[in-house]
């Protein structure tokens, strides 16, 4: 008898062990699938926040169109400018969240093809910038910030300057005024100094 009630102590301590580790094993998976599940949502709602175009998206969707250009470039501060004249084309892509455009610009007896992919990163808050053209075979990478009062981004990056045979910093500015875009671009002169080498005048 005294055998029996041992066992059955034995088997009472045992099963109430059982059933405080099967408690704990349930309210650790509760925790873990509320935390889990509140960190997916966290998640999703930055990723949502990171891919819907936002205020900045629909600046760059006004500037979708066709353009007429009007250049001018210094070759050293202080020069004559030499004024060309070419075409712009724009359109939003990857569902708004990018601004493509394609510009054709006169000079020297020929034309020279050039084409940017223009965005602003929703997270980092920075502008971004990937300009090409069939007269180097880099890509120039720019990232920037932008001024709502002035409907302005202004970009600083690297290229190659071929006197130096060097990559060296450089900036542009690119403002928005309903029907007419200005891009203003600056590099070292042959002291370091920055000057203005370039502008850009968009009209439709």
Request: hydrophobic share 35%.
């Amino acid at each position: 008898m005294l055998c029996n009630l041992i066992i059955l102590r034995d088997f009472q301590k045992k099963f109430n062990l059982m059933k405080k580790l099967i408690l704990f094993v349930l309210l650790s998976f509760v925790m873990n699938y509320n935390l889990s599940y509140s960190q997916s949502d966290d998640s999703m709602e930055s990723w949502n926040s990171y891919k819907t175009p936002g205020h900045v998206h629909e600046m760059l969707a006004k500037a979708t169109g066709n353009w007429n250009i009007t250049t001018k470039f210094w070759l050293t501060p202080g020069s004559d400018a030499f004024t060309s004249k070419g075409t712009s084309s724009a359109e939003m892509i990857m569902g708004g969240l990018f601004l493509k455009t394609s510009d054709k610009i006169e000079g020297m007896g020929n034309y020279r093809n050039g084409s940017a992919i223009i965005g602003y990163d929703n997270s980092a808050k920075v502008s971004q910038k990937i300009y090409i053209d069939d007269y180097g075979s880099g890509m120039l990478y720019m990232t920037g910030t932008w001024d709502e009062a002035t409907k302005t981004v202004t970009y600083k990056g690297q290229m190659m300057d071929h006197d130096k045979d060097a990559y060296v910093d450089v900036s542009e500015t690119m403002t928005f005024n309903g029907d007419t875009m200005i891009l203003k671009a600056f590099r070292p002169d042959s002291k370091g100094n920055q000057f203005q080498y370039l502008e850009f005048v968009f009209t439709r």
